[in-house]
Nanobody
């Protein structure tokens, strides 16, 4: 099994910054990609940013130029640096990993428990 633990959420004023972290642990053989999704009240969960093991990244248009995703492969950890935050960034942010665990013959998606990010105007 693979566990994901997020940290770094909180309350910040518009224009401020936060840094989210997510560490994967457990019986991990490999991680293809890690990413961050978010879900605001009444809305569907959406991709924010994703990074592959080869460091290829992609971002939602709404966060390009403001958010940066990075990864430490040796630590199975992914980060999301969020700058110039806006009230519309308010959501629960979920870490995601496409990982192969021991005892499995194929990779699957794993999710963290989520961390609240609130941006006040």
């Amino acid at each position: 099994q693979v566990q994901l633990v997020e940290s770094g959420g909180g309350l910040v004023q518009a224009g401020g910054s936060l840094r989210l972290s997510c560490a994967a642990s457990g019986s991990i053989l490999s991680i293809k990609a890690m990413g961050w999704y978010r879900q605001a009240p009444g809305k569907q969960r959406e991709l924010v940013a994703r990074i592959t093991s080869g460091s290829t990244t992609n971002y939602a248009d709404s966060v390009k130029g403001r958010f940066t995703i990075s990864r430490e492969n040796a630590k199975n950890t992914v980060y999301l640096q969020m700058n110039s935050l806006k009230p519309e960034d308010t959501a629960v942010y979920y870490c995601n990993a496409d990982a192969l665990g021991s005892g499995s013959s194929y990779s699957r998606m794993y999710w963290g428990q989520g961390t609240q990010v609130t941006v006040s105007s």
